[in-house]
């Protein structure tokens, strides 16, 4: 069988066969099925599982993923690259699209939802535009700047402020007053 150590996952059909058949060979041979399970590191629940299923003729794994109930609909699909087509100027989020799709009333979905359709179809959001750098003020003629040292005081915008400036001390204690 090839099989080393536990019985994988997700084995085929003729494996399972051929287990249950050693399984049933050991019991015959006056083992209990716990223990040939226990020997062959099977879980006898996967075990009674293989044989309720050889019983019907369904040993063969089935697709995995079955057939969800709430998988989205083809209308709904539609629906959402409608709305990318319409407002992704605008809103250039999925999470936005996704509330103006509710807005509408056209589509309720999750915004990683409507992210993950806009990405199964190859459709892509438009980037957002680079900001402007900002212009930095420009520093009083006055200031004479060097590197790492910079010490101004503007006491044109503060000067009303020193009329009733109280400097203390880090116990709290006045020091020093203005009036």
Request: glycine content about 8%; hydrophobic content about 45%; aromatic content about 6%.
């Amino acid at each position: 069988m090839g099989l080393i150590g536990p019985v994988p996952a997700r084995v085929d059909a003729s494996i399972k066969v051929a287990l249950l058949s050693l399984i049933a060979t050991a019991v015959a041979g006056g083992w209990s099925a716990a223990r040939a399970c226990r020997l062959l590191e099977l879980n006898p629940l996967r075990m009674a599982r293989w044989r309720a299923r050889e019983a019907v003729g369904a040993l063969v794994d089935r697709r995995p993923g079955g057939n969800p109930v709430h998988a989205l609909l083809p209308a709904e699909i539609t629906a959402i690259l409608t709305i990318a087509g319409q407002w992704a100027d605008i809103d250039r989020s999925h999470r936005k699209l996704a509330h103006r799709g509710s807005y509408l009333g056209q589509v309720w979905v999750s915004p990683s939802t409507f992210r993950r359709v806009l990405a199964g179809h190859g459709v892509a959001l438009p980037a957002r535009p680079v900001r402007a750098k900002p212009k930095r003020k420009p520093l009083p003629e006055w200031l004479e700047y060097r590197p790492r040292q910079l010490w101004m005081w503007d006491v044109e915008r503060h000067e009303a402020l020193w009329n009733r400036a109280v400097v203390k001390g880090h116990r709290l204690r006045a020091l020093a007053g203005a009036c």
